[in-house]
């Protein structure tokens, strides 16, 4: 059991503190909801390191101890979120300090024909029914503790919902910005988009400060109709200190393509549980992911696909370039279930360790109860080729610029993967960035 | 793949069929059950228990209390069956095992090493029926057999033979009277009495097993071999080998395992620790054919063996080999610590589930030394409703530098009513090591099948070769004398009536 009674306790104390704040609200269908997570919280606790799910990432900073929930939203500058807005997209934006809409730095208004964007703490119309029939509707067993964090104290949160054969062109984009109190936030995304239906979501989590004390547990849910093509991307720029326990997780319908990207890019221990279930068939799903950790960064990709249904295919592709003392894991599952035959899956999980300090942990597993499926993992980690690195010296090209040249290749892949041009441009940037302070740092001199 | 689906060839479709009901009928070809009176302990684990086990094998009273903390560690360890859900990592499902109806202590009553004549012709019988002529073997074979029957060594040959060039190998209790100072020193310093449940199960309770020593610069003038089988009801077997090759020598030992059939779960919690000084090279090779179960999965024995070689000194090489096609429950992981620089460490496997039985087998590959390889080539084969998981860890330490890991897993299934599955865990701590990791999931091709049909080949014919072919890679690492006997055992477990 949780190892952690006094934590809990603390959780279920804050809850009522939470429950009577809320007057009216706490008869709400929502409200429901979050009594469902915290008596779930309370029978099977918070993940210990006992979790073969947290095997590699000691989820102790994240989970002993109570991080009080952040009740009230910092103040928000457009200036202080400048840099976390993919300037070129002039589309649909939703601004969320320390959890709560932020309707002044939004833009809700105009929206292009077939998409709908609401706060959770104050629905539209006709919304109502999408929340109380989509929002924590998965089952979540007792490995996803934070999940249940999450929905116990949800108080705002984004839902975007696309109408039946509508395409919007501009992504959509959802900032969730800590304005470093320290804390519980607990970020929460919706997006349904219906049959026939295209779209593209960005999540940017970002922090205005070094984020100490600051533990983000968010949850997306994505539910992804018949013939739906859905992209999202998620964007991690906490600050160096913050502590971060996502969710997403997506259901799909037949012939339905989804495509995410998570870029983890800044946070101090970054844990993101993907978990994509393709229901109908002829589904293709891909799960694209970079982590850029350094310091004593610390960045966990825990993903499952898990192929329900027949004649699917899913690609994976997870990389790392590892500086410093940091840690990067990846666990990736491909479930195919027995009903999923010629299920056609491809994982992939590369890394490059950049300093004598880094270190890193791959978990590429494939659990298969179907006969006639092609699946294939493949798991490779190492250093920079020695022949490329001398066929780029051998031409004039000092060794920082040539190890700069073929990382950028290296991670270079995943960007290129990102449909919108103005949002490749705006990631591209980012990832250089940091690449260049990965490199840097080579950890402890010895 | 671009065969006619929708108008499957008839025949081919039947035949799978067919094969398919035939793995169902199969029945153990190695089951049958020798009667001989057993020495037994009652039933029960207690200190008294050990005491017992230890005065009967004579130990000298080191060795009690070794076996002793063993047990009090045990007591304080958790049965890993027995976690919550969350923190289970292994695939296998079995019931609660009771350790006080086991009998910790069973040995046949005529016991004689002089000469084959006093052996008790049951158990001659019972190795004939096996096809383990031990007088034929010492003069035709080349292979020095000690025979383990139930826990106690009742024969052991080409013993002078191995003398002259100064080799040890006999049974442990032997060891332990004559060679304590070997024993002593080497004993749990691979697999520590702690280690895990298991083994710190084996190291309070262990009967007997095998000890080899090969000393410095020895290479062994012939392939040493043991051949493990269970006996009498209710008696789990809890073996403990010790091979420990000295500097700049070579062995290869081979383990088989067959055992009678019985409707009772039968634990076997073996522990097998091999020490690799300098230069040294140690090749095991396993085949293990234990009984499986009958088709509702009931009795088989469960299978829960602990293995680890340590590759102690600079260049030395450990090379596990095994081949598992038997017991319910497989449990195992044949590892090398790779602590000398440039230590090699190879692993190939084929384990084949069928029926009921469950297999969580793979190895680990713990990187400490220098420019230290290793390979790691599983085959996996899942037919019925068996369930076959490769699990294995590669870890590349601090200090590993320029070291390099290959690793390829690949399954194959066979109906569409069993599993296979695959999980790695790679770590890796230093930036100029190469971890490699390819698996792939296949079954065998209606095309393939057609295509042998074709050419006139039975179905069976076609699996059976494919089969073979699949697992080429691994079976080419078996010794000569095993190679034989293991094709031959894929055969019986995959064509059913067949061979």
New interface residues.
Partial sequence: ?AADNDTISGYAAAFEGFEAALNGGARSPLHARRREAIARLQEHGL??A????W??TNPAPLASGCFAPVMTAGKLSAEAIRPFVVSAIDGPLLVFADGQFVPGLSRVSDLPDGVQVHSLSAPGSGTAAIISGNLAALTL???HGFAALNTAFVRDGAIVTINAGCTVDLPVQILHVSTGQAGLTTPRTLVVAAAGSRASVVETFASTTSGAGVLTSSVAEIVVGAGAVVEHTRIHLHGAESLHAGTLHVTEAQDARFTAHTFCLAGRILREDVHTVLRGEHIESTLNGLSLPLGDDHVDNYTTIEHVAPDCSSHELYKGVVGGRAHNVFRGKIHVH?AA?RTDAYQSNQ?L????D??????????????????????????LDPDALFYLRARGVGLQQARGVLTRAFAGELVDRLQHEGLRNHVERLVSTRLDAVLADQGEAR | MTEPAATPAPEAALSDTEVLEQFAQRDYKEGFYTDVESDSAPPGLSEETIAFISKKKQEPAWLLEWRLKAYHTWLKMEDPTQ???????AMVHYPKIDYQAISYFSAPKKVSLDSLDQVDPEILATYNKLGIPLEEQKMLSGVAVDAVFDSVSVATTFKDKLAEVGIIFGSFSDAVKQHPELVRKYLGSVVPTGDNYYAALNSAVFTDGSFVYIPEGVRCPMELSTYFRINAANTGQFERTLIVADKGSYVSYLEGCTAPMRDENQLHAAVVELVALEDAKIKYSTIQNWYPGNKEGVGGIYNFVTKRGACRGDRSKISWTQVETGSAITWKYPSCILQGDDSVGEFYSVAVTSGRQQADTGTKMIHLGRNTKSTVISKGISAMNGQNVYRGAVQ?Q?RATGSRNFTQCD?M???????????????????????????????IGEDQIFYCNQRGLSTEDAVSMIVNGFCKEVLKELPMEFAVEATKLLGISLEGSVG
């Fill in positions: 059991m993940p210990t006992r979790f073969e799910a095997r590699h067993g007792a490995e027995q035959q890394n360790l950049m300093s004598d880094a270190e890193i942990n791959s978990k590429p597993q494939l659990e298969i109860y179907a006969d006639d499926v092609k699946c294939s993992h493949g798991s490779t980690t190492g250093q | 976690r919550p859900a969350p923190e289970q990592w590349m601090k399954s299934l066979i109906g569409d009513q069993c599993g296979a599955h695959t999980f790695p865990y790679i770590t890796v701590r230093n930036p100029s090591s190469t971890v490699e990791h390819e698996a792939s999931t296949s079954k």
